[in-house]
């Protein structure tokens, strides 16, 4: 076959005729590639990775225990297409009882994904055209961004920060991004930083969609791992949201289950058709034994409480840990992540030009690992989700952070 007429035929969305020929590394490929590199030179010495963003438990037993069930029927071996009903019941029912947000159709209102994310790369294909607005966040999760500009369409990323409480300031947007503006992506509790939103914040978004135009998507992938009395916390509870956007929910994170990809959509009705009408056309349905799983933990949300409530304990520890090494950290109000501005440099003058110059440092000389993120001022992303037996060894793991660390004298 020849290759050179192949190598001209890449769509120019994922790079035209270069695509293959970039050498730049993206920053995942740069921290695997350390991790490697780390072990290699401090063989015996085990490497500690908080950067990993996904639960380090298993699904609960119980909930395996209805898979192998459930695979073993006949009547669920077949294709689902968008979904059995029994898991657009359960999603109702839990959208109900853990958020407090009655009334949602499971008929019109409801449709699973094969996980969040192919959720947010087919929405755009809904809704977005040449010349169309997403609007995100900076940092972000850039999922529905990707796909946007792929189709043509244009990104507008606002940033978050702590000193607007990462909520993004709509009122930076500029007459005709408003105008081209369709599609509006929040994402909270939020990836990387942890934070939650307010009410009056999603009061904001939902104003702004109407005067606008807009359809917000919520990315509620980490609503339900809140901390300290916190009640789980919907973007769809707030007066008018229905109206404007639909909300999305995980089984991923919240009921450890990222290999199974699990998730629903649910909220504005023509907006969950139109996500419908697309996934039809990607793809043939998530299998419906893991469906089935999935309204057995949508109907047990301790299943969730017991997991939160582990991620709220490690980020005690960690929390206390950094601070005593001058890092300016507060525990966020949920989800598994830790979000820190970097160090400036170390006491014996080594700088840090970037929150990836920091990581790298502490990937390659201390062997943890953490994820940059530069969008917005330099910080890293600490993820409490370690694997750890049980709260002994959790204690060690953080007490080892602080010791590695604590070698180095880090100015702030």
Not at 49 to 77: H, I, Q, S, Y
Not at 165 to 184: E, G, H, I, V, Y
Not at 366 to 380: C, E, Q, R
Request: charged residues 25%.
């Amino acid at each position: 076959m020849n290759e050179s007429y192949i190598q001209q035929l890449f769509a120019d969305r994922i790079g035209g005729n270069q695509f293959g020929k970039d050498t730049v590394l993206y920053k995942f490929e740069k921290i695997k590639r350390a991790k490697k590199a780390a072990l290699a030179a401090h063989p015996g010495v085990p490497l500690i990775d908080l950067g990993v963003g996904e639960p380090d438990w298993m699904a609960a037993p119980e909930v395996v225990d209805v898979l192998c069930a459930e695979a073993k029927k006949t009547e669920n071996r077949g294709y689902t297409d968008n979904g059995v009903q029994a898991f657009k019941d359960a999603a109702a029912r839990y959208m109900d009882k853990v958020f407090g947000v009655p009334g949602i159709d499971p008929a019109g209102e409801v449709v699973h994904g094969i996980g969040s994310k192919p959720v947010l790369a087919l929405l755009p294909l809904a809704f977005i055209n040449p010349g169309d607005i997403t609007i995100m966040t900076v940092p972000g999760y850039p999922v529905m961004g990707t796909t946007t500009r792929g189709l043509g369409g244009e990104v507008v990323n606002l940033p978050i920060t702590p000193e607007n409480d990462f909520l993004p300031d709509l009122d930076a947007l500029t007459p005709d991004q408003r105008k081209r503006a369709k599609l509006l992506y929040i994402n909270y509790p939020n990836n990387p930083t942890g934070a939650t939103a307010t009410p009056a914040f999603f009061e904001r978004v939902v104003r702004f969609a109407k005067e606008n135009d807009v359809i917000v998507v919520s990315d509620a992938a980490y609503a339900a791992l809140t901390f300290d009395g916190r009640k789980p916390f919907s973007f769809l509870s707030t007066p008018g949201a229905k109206d404007v956007g639909v909300e999305i929910h995980s089984l991923s994170k919240a009921y450890n289950m990222t290999g199974w990809r699990l998730a629903f959509v649910c909220g504005n009705e023509l907006v969950v058709k139109g996500f419908a009408a697309v996934k039809d056309n990607n793809d043939s349905g998530q299998f419906a034994a893991i469906q089935k799983a999935g309204v057995y933990c949508l109907d047990h949300p301790e299943i969730t409480e017991k997991t939160a409530a582990k991620y709220s304990r490690r980020h005690d520890m960690l929390v206390a840990a950094l601070s005593g090494l001058g890092f300016s950290v507060k525990k966020p109000g949920a989800s598994f992540y830790l979000y820190a501005r970097i160090p400036s440099g170390t006491k014996d003058g080594r700088k840090f030009a970037s929150a990836e110059d920091f990581s790298q440092f502490c990937i390659t000389e201390k062997l943890i690992s953490t994820v940059p993120w530069d969008d917005a001022g330099p910080h890293v992303r600490f993820s409490v989700t370690f694997e750890a037996a049980d709260e002994a060894e959790e204690r060690r793991i953080v007490d080892e952070v602080a010791r590695r660390l604590s070698e180095v004298g880090f100015v702030f």
